[in-house]
Nanobody, 114 residues
Framework: VQLVESGGGLVQAGGSLRLSCTVSGSIFRSNAMGWDRQAPGKRREPVATIASSGITDYSDSVKGRFTISRDNAKDTVYLQMNNLKPEDTAVYYC?????????WGQGTQVTVSS
């Protein structure tokens, strides 16, 4: 399984970014995809996840600001990030999960300036 992310960048506080992640390879129809992030000097933390059924879950720190969605026909997951804050600055990692260990993307940098 391979994951390719895109959409990171530099944005001012209050701005928006949309991350994309496309998975390829041997994938199951029943799966979950999502995003974690890791800020400098901090542990990696979950951000959002979405099942192939469409059920979503968010960390408290991003609820109401971030929206995760997916296009199953394109095997792509999106993370729409609105009202970004400097504390959202991190490397964002996409993941794919089915019945085996998670597969991860290479990460994309998101930097929010104050």
């Amino acid at each position: 399984v391979q994951l390719v992310e895109s959409g990171g960048g530099l944005v001012q506080a209050g701005g928006s970014l949309r991350l994309s992640c496309t998975v390829s390879g041997s994938i199951f129809r029943s799966n979950a995809m999502g995003w974690d992030r890791q800020a400098p000097g901090k542990r990696r933390e979950p951000v959002a996840t979405i099942a192939s059924s469409g059920i979503t879950d968010y960390s408290d720190s991003v609820k109401g600001r971030f929206t995760i969605s997916r296009d199953n026909a394109k095997d792509t997951v999106y993370l729409q990030m609105n009202n970004l804050k400097p504390e959202d600055t991190a490397v964002y990692y996409c993941y794919y999960s089915d019945y085996g260990p998670r597969s991860w993307g290479q990460g994309t940098q998101v930097t929010v300036s104050s």
